[in-house]
């Protein structure tokens, strides 16, 4: 799930031990899955589209991940909806396209903000390619967050840890596939570029994971 490096000790400013020089990596991603409707699509109903946050191979996000909240476009009823364990979705249906945002809590160990992820929702293929009722458009984003001196708590909770399998989602077969190989090697080009983000981190008002631009 993450990767850490370093060691020592520094308290942070609500007394907790942190480890002095050590970044955990998490990678994590947001997506969305839309199926037009066909013959039941009407006006307002024309796609029901799932929004998601997942490990992008699939793992276990418990030991780092409390709930997440997704924001949803202002039209809706409830546009805040909060998702409280894995899977972490959400289901609508929907006839535009509009940006989410999911907010993602960490456990209560991690003593960290919580950090926000935009991704906007697809309900159409590229290259005007026509909508079927037997291919979903699936949109995903794919981010690695840095934890800059993680709690002793936290790291004890998340590294080293032997990775458990996602709690079964429907649309596992839809996901796009990360190999560990690729998923490894991105997170080690992240890790050579942590120590030019680790002052600026420090300058962080009030602290918190920061995003890794990942190419």
Not at 26 to 47: M, R
Not at 124 to 150: A, C, G, I, M, R
Not at 179 to 187: M, N, P, Q, V
Request: net charge negative; charged share 25%.
């Amino acid at each position: 799930m993450a990767t850490a490096s370093g060691s020592k000790y520094v308290m942070g400013k609500k007394g907790e031990r942190r480890l002095k020089d050590v970044e955990l990596c998490l990678p994590i991603c947001a997506g969305t899955v839309s199926f037009w409707q066909g013959k039941k699509a009407d006006e307002y109903n024309a796609h029901k589209w799932t929004v998601y946050v997942r490990s992008p191979v699939n793992e276990d996000l418990s030991p780092a991940v409390k709930k997440v909240v997704f924001h949803l476009h202002h039209s809706f009823a409830e546009p805040v909806r909060e998702v409280l364990e894995q899977p972490f979705e959400l289901t609508e249906t929907g006839w535009g396209e509009f940006e989410i945002t999911a907010t993602v809590h960490f456990v209560d160990e991690a003593m960290e903000e919580p950090f926000k992820l935009a991704h906007g929702l697809k309900l159409f293929h590229t290259n005007d390619q026509p909508l079927t009722t037997k291919k979903p458009v699936v949109s995903e984003t794919y981010e690695e967050l840095v934890f800059s001196e993680p709690t002793e708590e936290f790291h004890k909770k998340v590294v080293p840890i032997t990775p458990k399998p996602a709690p079964p989602s429907p649309l596992l077969p839809h996901f796009p596939q990360h190999s560990d190989a690729e998923e490894f090697g991105k997170i080690s080009k992240a890790r050579e570029r942590i120590a030019n983000l680790v002052s600026a981190a420090k300058q962080q008002a009030g602290g918190g994971p920061i995003k890794m631009e990942v190419n």
